[in-house]
């Protein structure tokens, strides 16, 4: 029996209740604006399917990163090209290798195809590459899940470390498929990104997606970029599911893609915000923020995790426990806007010193 994927502790949609939701590392800036002109014009072209090759859309794409457009799979998320990659290329009595402490949807998707699913350990907050090498060689022909950079710690492989991990998955012929969903946030270039190995038909697939930097999670649309014949792996599984993408998804991505500009400033903006957050809990001796390239900050606390979000839950305030990660005590924060993180600072200091719940509506 697959037990049910659960992205974190109260995360629902709060309806009414003016929730401060930092606990799946959302973009508070919004969308591009170009998006949301798209998602206007769109209006009028409901009652038509949506293109279901997203041919426009992978054009641009492989513009952008200057690859070839039959490189390019448009999915429903990463959520569902995890799943197309695990469907389509491990399959049954396959294999699976995942870090242990990292995205729940990885080792779902593995878990979903009734493969053998390999959990390698973290090293120091990072992951162990030398292990992960080492599992591959133990298995060969496996799938390999990486999160580059990883979630929920927000540390970056370098270059260095992509390349051998290439390198054994060549040897075992393995494919790699490298989860780059806050790669944006690190770097605006590819330096430390395992795209430049897709054009070299290396046995590398790289995921991407619209929800975090671009502000598009409610729409649901992300990529996979792959060598041509892992690519039409992918298309293959893909044509099951024919209009999986929505026609306002594809535009308001494609607008976006094509706003450089605005990805730069809720860039620029994050780490400014990150900044504000550092400062803010410097005074905190009880809080340990781990270095991290993203929109989100792992922290360490003295208490229970589950414990500490149910208590900035009734301050209405949502963050994400981690314990189902393998990460005692500790919780994820989105880095929203400065006045946010100061609103989930002051929730802190107060659930430290035991003070009275003080709501939104209470302070309003």
């Known amino acids: 029996m697959l037990e049910p994927f659960r992205p974190g502790l109260h995360t629902t949609d709060p309806g009414?209740?003016?929730?401060?939701?930092l606990s799946l590392s959302?973009?508070?800036?919004?969308?591009?604006?170009?998006?949301?002109?798209?998602?206007?014009?769109?209006?009028?072209?409901?009652?038509?399917?949506?293109?279901?090759?997203?041919?426009s859309l992978a054009a641009s794409i492989a513009a952008h990163y200057s690859i070839d457009p039959r490189n390019i799979v448009v999915g429903n998320g990463i959520d569902e090209l995890l799943l197309f990659t695990?469907?389509?290329?491990?399959?049954?009595?396959?294999t699976g290798i995942v870090s242990a402490g990292t995205y729940p949807g990885h080792e779902a998707a593995v878990h979903a195809v009734r493969a053998e699913c390999v959990r390698i350990p973290l090293a120091d907050h990072r992951i162990d590459v030398g292990a992960t090498?080492?599992?591959?060689?133990?298995?060969?022909?496996?799938?390999?899940?990486?999160?580059?950079?990883?979630?929920?710690?927000?540390?970056?492989?370098t270059a260095e470390e992509i390349a051998r991990l290439v390198a054994a998955a060549e040897d075992t012929e393995a494919v790699l498929v490298m989860d780059e969903a806050y790669m944006e946030f690190a770097r605006p270039d590819f330096r430390d990104s395992a795209v430049p190995y897709v054009a070299g038909g290396a046995p590398v697939i790289v995921l991407r997606t619209f929800s975090k930097i671009y502000g598009l999670a409610g729409l649901r649309c992300g990529?996979?970029?792959?060598?041509?014949?892992?690519?039409?792996?992918?298309?293959?599984?893909?044509?099951?599911?024919?209009?999986?993408?929505?026609?306002?998804?594809?535009?308001?991505?494609?607008?976006?893609?094509?706003?450089?500009?605005?990805?730069?400033?809720?860039?620029?903006?994050?780490?400014?915000?990150?900044?504000h957050f550092l400062r803010r809990i410097a005074p905190l001796p009880w809080v340990h923020a781990v270095p991290s390239v993203t929109n989100f900050v792992l922290c360490r606390l003295p208490w229970e995790p589950t414990w500490v979000a149910e208590q900035l839950i009734r301050r209405d305030v949502l963050v994400r426990p981690c314990s189902d990660m393998g990460f005692r005590n500790h919780i994820r924060v989105g880095l929203g806007t400065e006045t946010e993180l100061d609103s989930v600072v002051d929730a802190l200091a107060a659930v430290a010193a035991g003070r009275p719940i003080e709501t939104a509506a209470a302070r309003s």
């Open 133 to 157: 090498c080492a599992a591959m060689r133990r298995a060969p022909r496996s799938v390999v899940y990486i999160c580059n950079p990883h979630n929920p710690t927000g540390s970056l492989l």
């Open 26 to 55: 959302e973009n508070s800036y919004g969308m591009s604006p170009r998006a949301e002109r798209a998602l206007r014009a769109e209006v009028t072209r409901t009652n038509r399917y949506p293109d279901s090759t997203a041919a």
């Open 223 to 275: 990529y996979a970029m792959a060598p041509s014949g892992y690519a039409e792996q992918l298309r293959k599984i893909k044509h099951v599911t024919v209009y999986n993408v929505n026609r306002f998804a594809l535009a308001a991505a494609e607008a976006s893609l094509a706003d450089q500009d605005f990805v730069a400033t809720v860039r620029d903006r994050t780490r400014a915000a990150h900044e």
């Open 16 to 21: 009414e209740r003016d929730y401060l939701r």
């Open 86 to 94: 695990a469907l389509g290329l491990i399959g049954p009595g396959g």
